[in-house]
Nanobody, 115 residues
């Protein structure tokens, strides 16, 4: 069963930066697309960024130019570098694999953007 362990969240002021990390196990990571998702209170979980096994990357319009996804196939990890954070980025952030995410989700990591 695929498993995810996310870390790196925290409280940051508007305009600040954070770097999230996720360790993936239980799958052949290098053969899968991997993405970051987020869920804000009272909202549906949404895709933030996704990188294919071949390195093609797509971002949600709301984060383009501010967030960068990067995978490390040797370490089975994926990171999300976030800059110019805004209060609307506040959410629990999760990683998952595949363009249709697996049913197995990690505990996520909380990102709170507030002054």
């Amino acid at each position: 069963q695929v498993q995810f362990v996310e870390s790196g969240g925290g409280l940051v002021q508007p305009g600040g930066s954070l770097r999230l990390s996720c360790v993936v196990s239980g799958t052949i990571f290098r053969l899968r697309a991997v993405g970051w998702y987020r869920q804000a209170p009272g909202k549906e979980r949404e895709l933030v960024a996704i990188e294919s096994s071949g390195g093609n990357i797509n971002y949600a319009d709301s984060v383009k130019g501010r967030f960068t996804i990067d995978r490390d196939n040797a370490a089975n990890t994926v990171s999300l570098e976030m800059h110019s954070l805004m209060p609307e980025d506040t959410a629990i952030y999760y990683c998952n694999v595949g363009y249709t995410p697996s049913d197995s989700w990690g505990q996520g990591t909380q990102v709170t953007v507030s002054s």
